[in-house]
């Protein structure tokens, strides 16, 4: 092979770079091969929209970065970071509102708003229904004494030891049993439990609606409160200047410690001897040796039977890989604005994500339609205000904004007009795209108005710009409960080691699964330092 490292990291995305740092950390000499011509995975940004406008290419928030372990233990402010908070964290716009039929809502138009300031959030819920303040303000004191431990025993590998036994010891102190019953109920019976007033009950069930768990399972609840308290505690940053920057920091820390980043290389294959990973092979026929490991920041239908040919995996791993779960798809709209979102109703603080859909019960049966493989009639729908909460992103007075929601990977049919025929072509984007506008123009009349360029990112786009997010799925694989934990990425699994000695999978496939906090990466580069460690203590025993 033409050159040898100690580990090879197979794609620069938030994973594959957090592998990849504390592998340098450990002092191994690492080399990192992307496909694309630049690095960040799913965490980029650009200028193609129109040139005075920063757009976030895929993801935009990063309430987990500022949580994780695996993140914060990188210093990326030293290398370039600078976290950016919008007024509010997050807002859903309610009541009844201009274009929008009378009977679908109730009263005039006004914000559920989650600010970080929890006594904030608290006061304007009780504004609205009377008590719902302080049983927020319950809901936060009942986090404060475990959250950092739930959030350390998501993110470890499983089973996390540590962290498991610390959110034991906490147990009693936030109900025992009953604490676990509420991280069990699902968001739309967690909410209606606890509070009178929708404006709770729909953030909670907005932030649940960030991964593709039916609002009605269990999980649902899990997550809602994730992002909520995540809210509450870290906010929703985002990093000053575009997510690119996040991305740059990170490969800037790794080539600070030696490490070498190489972007347009694309791995072909992951080359294997006698049941032990040695080495990778590129596109343009490059071979590539490691000495230790292969981590692989890969989607795990490309890696078992793609990269590593079916011939070194056993029979079990590509008969359990056939059942192999994607998450939905997803279609993203990114609008240039030549003013700040014309709201029906301003809000008391300006959000710098907002949720839109009419009620729980309508984003339910939104979910449900891209579940039951039908495009969404009213899609539920994630979206920033950038400029909002980054004034860098495009020029004052104007604004930077994004929209995203979920389609089915297979469509079976449109719930809607019965115009979009799931095959998102250049037709089908746009006539979602204008149905996605119109959901904003019913809460900002005058919207569309204010539109100087728009671009769609369909399931084919998204997957064209990184391989990772197969039709267009963003989490590595569906996050609902039977491909979680033991079953990720297939029954037996729940940790980075494969069934290919030296080889690791470090990507969103694994477990903890979705999101920017480069968990995955890092219990990838564990391991195979764990690994190491031990061959060298046989040896010399």
């Known amino acids: 092979m033409s050159s040898e490292h100690d580990a090879i990291v197979i794609g620069a995305g938030p994973n594959g770079l957090a592998a990849a740092n504390h592998l340098a950390d450990a002092g191994w000499s690492v080399l990192v091969l992307e496909a694309q011509p630049e690095v960040g995975g799913a965490v980029r940004s650009d200028r193609e929209v129109h040139p005075d406008f920063v757009h976030d290419t895929f993801s935009a928030f990063y309430p987990l970065a500022a949580a994780s372990p695996a993140l914060l233990a990188l210093d990326l402010e030293r290398y370039g970071v600078t976290w950016r908070h919008a007024p509010a964290v997050l807002g859903h716009l309610l009541g009844r509102l201009p274009g929008r039929d009378p009977g679908d809502a109730q009263g005039e138009p006004r914000w559920a708003l989650l600010h970080r300031d929890r006594e904030v959030t608290a006061t304007l819920m009780d504004q609205q229904h009377a008590g719902d303040g302080e049983a927020w ?316 360029a728009r671009r769609i990112l369909g399931p084919r786009e998204l997957e064209a710009r990184d391989a990772n997010l197969i039709g267009g799925a963003l989490d590595g694989g569906t996050a609902q409960l039977h491909q979680q934990l033991v079953f990720r990425p297939v029954p037996g699994s729940g940790r980075a080691e494969t069934p290919v000695k030296n080889l690791y999978l470090g990507s969103a496939s694994a477990h903890p699964g979705g999101g920017v906090h480069g968990a995955a990466g890092r219990n990838a580069a564990r391991a195979a330092l764990a690994h190491a460690r031990f061959r060298r203590w046989t040896l010399r025993g």
């Open 137 to 452: 303000l319950d809901l936060c004191a009942m986090w404060d004494k475990i959250g950092e431990q739930v959030i350390g025993a998501f993110l470890s590998p499983f089973p996390p030891v540590r962290y498991g036994l610390g959110t034991m010891a906490r147990l009693p102190r936030v109900g025992g049993l009953d604490f676990v019953k509420t991280l069990l109920t699902p968001v739309v019976e967690l909410g209606r439990a606890r509070f009178g007033g929708e404006a709770p009950r729909i953030l909670l069930a907005g932030n649940a609606g960030h991964a593709d768990i039916p609002l009605d399972a269990p999980g649902s609840g899990l997550m809602g409160l994730l992002m909520s308290m995540l809210g509450q505690t870290v906010g929703f940053p985002v990093p000053e200047g575009g997510a690119g920057e996040l991305s740059r920091a990170l490969a800037r820390r790794l080539t600070d410690r030696g490490g070498d980043v190489r972007c347009g290389a694309e791995v072909a294959s992951v080359e294997v001897r006698d049941g032990r990973a040695v080495g990778v092979r590129t596109r343009d026929g490059q071979a590539f040796a490691a000495r230790h490991a292969v981590v692989a920041d890969v989607a795990a239908p490309h890696l078992y039977g793609g990269l590593v040919a079916a011939e070194h995996l056993p029979r079990r791993t590509l008969d359990r890989m056939r059942d192999f779960e994607m998450g939905p798809g997803t279609v993203k709209v990114d609008w240039a604005l030549s003013g700040p979102i014309p709201w029906a109703a301003e809000p008391a603080y300006a959000p710098g994500t907002f949720h839109v859909a009419d009620s729980v019960e309508q984003m339910n049966e939104a979910l449900a339609q891209v579940a039951s493989r039908r495009i969404p009639a009213r899609p539920f729908m994630l979206a920033g205000q950038m400029t909002t909460t980054d004034a860098t992103r495009s020029p004052a007075g104007t604004e930077s904004a994004w929209a995203y929601t979920h389609v089915p990977q297979q469509t079976v049919s449109d719930a809607g007009d019965g115009g979009v025929r799931g095959v998102w072509d250049e037709a089908d984007k746009e006539r979602f795209a204008d149905r996605m506008q119109a959901r904003v123009e019913e809460l900002a009349p005058g919207f569309g108005d204010r539109v100087l």
